[in-house]
């Protein structure tokens, strides 16, 4: 299973910007999938993840700014990120678990940088 993560660049604070991945196999059914960072110097952390059932959950510094969303006919998972603040700055990386076929996927990351 592959995942292509796309959509990072820079913004200023305040700004938005919406990341997507895209992933080779189906996410339509049994798949949960989800968004993590990892900052410069720091661990990766969850930002926001997604059932097949749509029940979502976020990291406790973007709840409220950011909103992930999927579209099972595109196989594809987006990040809605809003009020964008220098301290989300990161490399985000895409996530994807499938229970039937058990399967694990790591997009290859995408940079966003928050900065004036």
């Known amino acids: 299973v592959q995942l292509q993560a796309s959509g990072g660049g820079l913004v200023q604070p305040g700004g938005s910007l919406r990341l997507s991945c895209a992933a080779s196999r189906s996410i339509r059914n049994d798949n949960d999938m989800g968004w993590y960072r990892q900052a410069p110097g720091k661990q990766r952390e969850l930002v926001a993840t997604i059932t097949s059932g749509y029940s979502t959950n976020y990291g406790d510094s973007v709840k409220g700014r950011f909103t992930i969303s999927r579209d099972n006919s595109k196989n594809t998972v987006y990040l809605q990120m809003n009020s964008l603040k220098p301290e989300d700055t990161a490399v985000y990386y895409c996530?994807?678990?499938?229970?039937?076929?058990?399967?694990?996927?790591w997009g290859q990351g995408t940079l966003v940088t928050v900065s004036s």
């Open positions: 996530n994807g678990n499938w229970r039937y076929p058990t399967a694990r996927a």
